[in-house]
């Protein structure tokens, strides 16, 4: 008996350990980088810049072009792409929690040396799943109108989230809602 009791208490163990490992608070960046006519740019050097704390990751894009940066903090940077022969390029892409980025660059050719800054916000796209979020700011949750600074009143503002609130007599917990029509037991607030 003692035998099984252990060997239950190990596979508890387990299964906790296992759950544990799931709940991460980083995100991950990614792309392609090409030239003018489509082609991909291998050896290109791809700095990431985290605008808050000026920490510097780097990366070399391989032979098709591909950069990545693998459990990143969640926060807003600078991305800067530099090989011979073309212009510098950088962007600037907010990358938020637990949503994988994709941001891509068509380098120009470098006539002579300067540097082409691009100044507008990078569009980050998730291309690798189908997770969806957004992160809502102070300033924004100081000026709406909310009794009781409900968190999950705030998923309504986000698109595909239905939230039915309290009022509802089915409902018997804050996470009676539903995010682009799964069931509420099926996300998970952060």
Known sequence: MTRRYAYCALLFLLSLTTSLLAQTANTS???????PSGAVVPGAAVTLTDNTTDKVVQTTSGSSGEYQFNQI?????????????????????????????TVDFELSVQASAEVINVSAEAQTLNTSDASLGN????????????????????????????????????????????????????????
């Open 135 to 190: 992160s809502v700011n102070n300033t924004m949750i100081q000026a709406l109108p909310s009794e009781g600074r409900n968190v999950p009143e705030l998923l309504a503002l986000q698109p595909g989230v239905l939230y039915l609130g309290h009022d509802n007599e089915q409902a018997m917990d804050s996470r009676s809602g539903s995010v682009n029509g799964g069931r509420s037991d099926q996300g998970n607030v952060t």
């Open 73 to 101: 903090p969640p926060a807003k940077y600078t991305i800067k792409v530099s090989v011979s022969g073309f212009a510098d390029q950088s962007k600037v892409a907010e990358l938020l929690v637990n949503q994988p980025a």
């Open 29 to 35: 960046l990614r792309g392609v980088i090409k030239d």
